[in-house]
C-alpha cells in the first residue's frame, strides 16, 4: 500500500516524465521548422518514451489503490539558438531527483 507521501512523490515525478515528453515536443517542432526532419523525428521517439515512463507511474498508483492527481505542465522553451545548441541535445532535467525522492520515500515507509 501506498502511502500518501508516496503517491505525492509519485504523481510529481509523472510530472516531471510529462514536462520531460512537452519539452521533446518542443525540440521536435523545432526542429521540424528548421528542416531538420531527422532531428524531428528522433526527438518525436523521444517524447514517445517520456509519455511511456509517465504512464507506467500512472498505472502504478492505480493499481495500488492511489489516486492520479495531474499537475500543471511548466511551458517549454520553443526556440534554441542552432540545432547545436547544448540545451537541444541534452536530456531534460529534474527527473533522476524524483526518482531518488521516491526511494527515499519508500526506504522510510512514510
Ligand atoms: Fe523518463
Redesign the pocket.
Known amino acids: 500500500m501506498l502511502t500518501e507521501n508516496m503517491i505525492d512523490a509519485l504523481n510529481e515525478h509523472m510530472n516531471k ?1 510529462m514536462y ?1 515528453a512537452y519539452l521533446y515536443m518542443s525540440m521536435s517542432a523545432y526542429s521540424d521548422s528548421a528542416g531538420l526532419k531527422g532531428f524531428a523525428n528522433w526527438f518525436m521517439v523521444q517524447y514517445h ?2 509519455m511511456f ?2 504512464m507506467k507511474v500512472f498505472e502504478y498508483i492505480q493499481a495500488q489503490g492511489g489516486r492520479v492527481k495531474l499537475l500543471q505542465l511548466d511551458e517549454p522553451p520553443s526556440d534554441w539558438e542552432s540545432p547545436l545548441d547544448r540545451e537541444l541535445g541534452g536530456r531534460p532535467a529534474g ?1 533522476p531527483l524524483d526518482y531518488a525522492r521516491g526511494v527515499k520515500s519508500a526506504s522510510e515507509g512514510d
Open positions: 516524465e520531460s518514451e517520456e515512463h509517465a527527473v
